[in-house]
T-cell receptor, first 112, second 112 residues
């Protein structure tokens, strides 16, 4: 199993600013995933972050808007840049193995 | 491509009656399948998982699910609903790249 510490748990931000979300895992993992959950919707994968290489972004998500760092096998950050109210969502990081996935508690972001 | 379909966006049952949340998947092989629950303002919690062992899987809080390959289904059931079961439920498949394929979610409403 894996325990993920994600912070901040919530934030209220002004439009045009940026927020960096951090995830710390208690074990070394190759792949970390970042998801967005917009109000009333399911989870959407933003990108996959492998240590030592650039993140792989899903359709509709770009590096300029959601830069990701993966400096080592236990840590990753996601930045939501130049925020607008449409970015108000829950953001989750996740790690997975062959039989299960583990999640941070999520970051509830409100952009005003 | 692999996909997960949750057939009902909302399910409403009376307390004490059975719960059925439907999920179908499409895949070229037998994937690992999961049910996650998300209570309001809470993180995601794993209810149960199927990983090619027993086709009837028992999870937490009295939930169980049966993997039926012939029907490509993985429906979630509980004999008797409790008020505390009110939440959003997600059916999820794990693809060959260890990425999670999410269903759209089913909101379970429990009537007193």
């Amino acid at each position: 199993s894996a325990v993920i510490s994600q912070k901040p748990s919530r934030d209220i931000c002004q439009r045009g600013t940026s927020l960096t979300i951090q995830c710390q895992v208690d074990s070394q993992v190759t792949m970390m995933f970042w998801y967005r959950q917009q109000p009333g919707q399911s989870l959407t994968l933003i990108a996959t972050a492998n240590q030592g290489s650039e993140a792989t972004y899903e359709s509709g998500f770009v590096i300029d808007k959601f830069p990701i760092s993966r400096p080592n096998l236990t840590f990753s950050t996601l930045t939501v840049s130049n925020m607008s109210p449409e970015d108000s969502s829950i953001y989750l990081c996740s790690v997975g193995g062959s039989t299960e996935a583990f999640f941070g508690q999520g970051t509830r972001l409100t952009v005003v | 491509a692999q996909s997960v379909t949750q057939l009902d966006s909302h399910v409403s049952v009376s307390e004490g009656t059975p719960v059925l949340l439907r999920c179908n998947y499409s895949s070229s092989y037998s994937p690992s399948l999961f049910w996650y629950v998300q209570h309001p303002n809470k993180g995601l919690q794993l209810l149960l998982k199927y990983t090619s062992a027993a086709t009837l899987v028992k999870g937490i809080n009295g939930f169980e699910a049966e993997f039926k390959k012939s029907e490509t289904s993985f429906h979630l059931t509980k004999p008797s609903a409790h008020m505390s079961d009110a939440a959003e439920y997600f059916c999820v498949a794990l693809d060959s790249n260890y990425q999670l394929i999410w269903g759209a979610g089913t909101k379970l409403i429990i009537k007193p």
